[in-house]
């Protein structure tokens, strides 16, 4: 499997992330030693405020960026070991895990929740640990990850639609994918394209797909992808 990933934005994003945690941090001490001054007390207020939303911030970037295993590393891990027809591109295309084969398009919106989860007649719900009162801040809403994932899809078919000609004859589809190992999913309906990062690949192995693109057809999927990944990298 071919693997292009946009290394400078998870260097430049785990950066920020360090800075904003670091910066919050600095913030949140300077309002405690403010303080401890009355004629402080405004300053330390402001500081206070400011310190709690930027150590949100690098929460939220650190939980996407620092925590392993980081969403790229786990499909890289899960599909290892798939043929050269296979291009996965992290965070290059709309869609920011996308994975070509040779049978279409395969997207990938991924999900570092941990713990039981469960989706009962089209509701999603995560249950409650004590570790997310310590652990959990800046963690990204459960939300509906289905419904993320068509718009993921959608965003990826327009861009098709723009690039290549005979973009319809491209079959595009996806998958929710749970990254961290510790996700217990409890599903209402098995057939739903959700699944954890270590079954993925056996997963599509036993999925039914239609037959091998034509060979022209994929090579101009193939050349689109990889045209907008290397502007990307280039930047």
């Given at each position: 499997m071919r693997v292009?990933?946009?290394?400078?934005?998870i260097e430049r994003r785990s950066r920020y992330a360090r800075y904003a945690a670091f910066g919050g941090m600095g913030l949140l001490l300077a309002s405690l030693v403010s303080s401890f001054r009355s004629d402080y007390l405004a300053l330390a207020y402001a500081a206070l405020f400011a310190g709690f939303i930027l150590a949100y911030i690098g929460s939220v970037l650190?939980?996407?960026?620092?925590?392993?295993?980081?969403?790229?590393?786990?499909?890289?891990k899960s599909l290892k070991g798939l043929d050269q027809r296979y291009h996965l591109y992290n965070f290059l295309l709309p869609a920011p895990h996308v994975l070509l084969t040779p049978t279409g398009v395969l997207v990938f919106k991924t999900k570092s929740h941990e713990g039981a989860i469960t989706r009962a007649n089209g509701k999603w719900s995560q249950a409650w640990r004590w570790s997310r009162l310590f652990g959990g801040m800046g963690e990204e809403p459960l939300g509906n990850p289905l419904v993320e994932l068509d718009e993921e899809i959608a965003k990826m078919r327009k861009l098709l639609a723009k690039?290549?000609?005979?973009?319809?004859?491209?079959?595009l589809?996806?998958?929710?994918?749970f990254t961290d190992p510790r996700a217990q999913l409890s599903l209402d309906d098995p057939n739903l394209p959700v699944v954890r990062a270590d079954n993925l690949k056996e997963t599509l192995r036993k999925s039914k797909r239609g037959p091998?693109?034509?060979?022209?057809?994929?090579?101009?999927?193939?050349k689109a992808l990889n045209d907008i990944a290397e502007a990307k990298t280039a930047q």
């Open positions: 292009i990933t946009n290394d400078k934005l650190a939980n996407k960026w620092l925590k392993q295993p980081r969403a790229d590393q786990a499909l890289v690039k290549i000609p005979s973009a319809e004859a491209v079959p589809e996806g998958y929710v994918v091998a693109l034509p060979p022209q057809l994929f090579a101009d999927v193939e």
